[in-house]
């Protein structure tokens, strides 16, 4: 590393936020990078550490100190080429991702870690910028089709690693617009929409087809799916999402967190979802009650505060976490910790160790939620956690809107999964090989549909390792790399 002193000398800077006041007016991002200079020195913390965890901590096996080198070094280029080989989409995890690389990075061990995230953010924009990122179709063609059945980063970074091997890749999307998740699950004040576009249509110039609009399995029949492709990769996510099933729950006013969020985007877009016949689910004045502890909870309060909420109060099943490691989370697994994300910034009321029992109301419409306290209780016959009610706890809170993000179950249970002859596991995801092929001979699966609802970079590791098991399938060998391999020599 060139500068041995850095992680000594430079204290963590992280991207800067537009102010509260200023950013619950829109849906622009809330985040700002540094100028690069000072990214420059964010990348000179880097340590020569010996070994470098924070490659195990990356799902995708990013060359990190390699990168984050060539930043401090001023060789942006270099570092650009470097971050590519192995991450199809810096502009998607430099925004969206929990940077489960800093949480393995090794001088977290004694001061804040490395700002990793923001220098791949940098890096990548500043390739935009400078026009380095381009179209590059492949030199030759296989003369193979594959069909890419989702559009979310999964589905995505597969196709791109199909198309680099020289396969004919067709991708194909329910919805009105590609993205998938990272489209329609994530607002736009924490990934604005043309990031995706800037890169869909690079995707295209590179010979990628992209088919909005189409039910497979509908639309498009399973039958003449496998006569029209020869391969064939299902990343339609995990999206099967789990209820609260309590008295109460058919009241109006009581919505999945998708459904809200789908919605949140559309608005943005100008699309007009009342022509279309779509009742709009609006927070303006409201109530809101946001039951559930994540990301998507989280995403549902930002929304909820930009539209105006009257009050938000966001229920937890479990009691907050620490703030720091516990001898339970050791270093360098990424920890489980309270966070307090921007949208919890903007404003509301968070409860945890509460627990909806019923929904009331009047006229058929939602106004109250009826929860208890609870506890963590002895584990099950299974080792998993359980909780008991605390007595007398009962409590109403006054609700006109309730938005449900307890997470998913998996795949839909749609007729498709059924109709392409995939076996499920026990918890509802499609099984696969260690080459991420399923029963079905030529049929592959990769990201949520296989592995549950996860992260957006995990979701892009599993589209690579998918097309190489796909790439194989096809040719009887294959020159796409394996996690961390990257497509690329390392830069000396």
Same mark, same amino acid.
């Given at each position: 590393? !060139?500068?041995? =002193? ?7 800077? @992280?991207?800067?936020?537009? +102010? ?29 550490? !010996?070994?470098?965890?924070? /490659? ?5 096996? @990013? ?6 080198? &060539? ?13 590519? *080989? ?44 400078? !026009? ?30 199909? @198309? ?56 498009? +029949?399973?039958?003449?799916?496998? =006569?029209?492709?020869? *391969? ?10 789990? %209820? ?10 009581? /919505? ?16 007009? &979802? ?39 109060? @966001?229920?937890h099943i479990w009691p907050a976490p620490p703030k720091e490691r516990t001898p339970e989370m050791p270093w360098p697994f990424h920890p489980h910790l309270l966070q307090v994300t921007t949208s919890h910034e903007e404003g509301c009321e968070r409860v945890w160790s509460v627990q909806t029992i019923a929904f ?13 306290? #609870? ?7 299974? !080792? ?17 809107? #309730? ?20 076996? &499920? ?7 696969? %090989? ?22 957006? #970079? ?8 998918? *097309? ?16 961390g391999e990257g497509d690329l020599p390392l830069l000396r």
């Open positions: 590393m !060139g500068s041995l =002193r850095g992680f000594i000398e430079i204290p963590r800077e @992280n991207p800067e936020k537009r +102010p509260v006041e200023e950013r619950v007016r829109d849906f622009r991002e809330v985040y700002r990078l540094l100028p690069d200079e000072r990214v420059q020195q964010q990348a000179a913390r880097c340590m020569d550490c !010996g070994i470098p965890f924070c /490659h195990s901590g990356c799902p995708l096996g @990013n060359v990190i100190p390699e990168f984050n080198d &060539l930043v401090y070094r001023n060789r942006w280029r270099d570092a650009y080429e470097r971050l590519r *080989a192995t991450n199809n989409f810096p502009e998607f995890t430099g925004r969206v991702c929990p940077a489960p690389c800093e949480s393995a990075c090794v001088l977290g061990l004694i001061e804040p870690p490395v700002t990793i995230e923001q220098i791949e953010w940098a890096i990548i924009e500043r390739a935009f910028r400078e !026009g380095w990122v381009k179209p590059e179709p492949p030199a030759r063609r296989t003369g193979k089709k594959v069909a890419v059945i989702g559009s979310g980063p999964a589905g995505l970074a597969c196709a791109d690693q199909l @198309n680099r091997a020289g396969h004919w890749v067709t991708v194909f999307e329910r919805d009105d617009r590609i993205g998938g998740l990272l489209r329609y699950g994530v607002p736009d004040f924490k990934m604005e929409k043309w990031v995706i576009d800037r890169r869909v249509a690079i995707l295209e110039a590179e010979g990628i087809t992209f088919r909005t609009g189409v039910h497979v399995g509908r639309d498009y +029949p399973v039958d003449q799916l496998r =006569r029209d492709f020869d *391969a064939i990769v299902l990343c339609t996510g995990a999206t099967q999402p789990r %209820d609260v099933k309590v008295p109460g729950r058919e009241l109006a006013g009581i /919505h999945f967190a998708w459904e809200y969020l789908w919605q949140a985007t559309k608005r943005v877009a100008r699309d007009d &979802l009342e022509a279309a016949g779509i009742p709009i689910i609006d927070a303006a004045g409201k109530d809101v009650i946001v039951i559930g502890g994540g990301d998507t909870a989280s995403d549902c309060i930002g929304v909820a505060n930009r539209q105006g909420a009257r009050s938000i109060t @966001n229920f009331e109301g009047r006229n058929g419409h939602v106004e109250r939620v009826i929860t208890v306290d #609870v506890e963590p209780g002895p584990p099950g016959p299974d !080792g998993r956690r359980m909780r008991r009610e605390v007595p007398g706890s009962r409590r109403e809170w006054p609700a006109d809107l #309730v938005l449900i993000a307890i997470g998913y179950e998996g795949p839909e249970r749609s007729p498709l999964l059924e109709a392409l002859g995939v076996e &499920l596991d026990e918890r509802g995801r499609v099984k696969a %090989d260690e080459h991420f092929q399923t029963n079905v001979p030529g049929m592959f699966v990769a990201g949520d549909a296989h592995r549950g609802a996860s992260l957006v #970079v995990w979701a892009i590791s599993e589209g690579r390792e998918a *097309a190489r098991g796909v790439d194989q399938y096809l040719m009887d060998y294959t020159t796409l790399p394996t996690k």
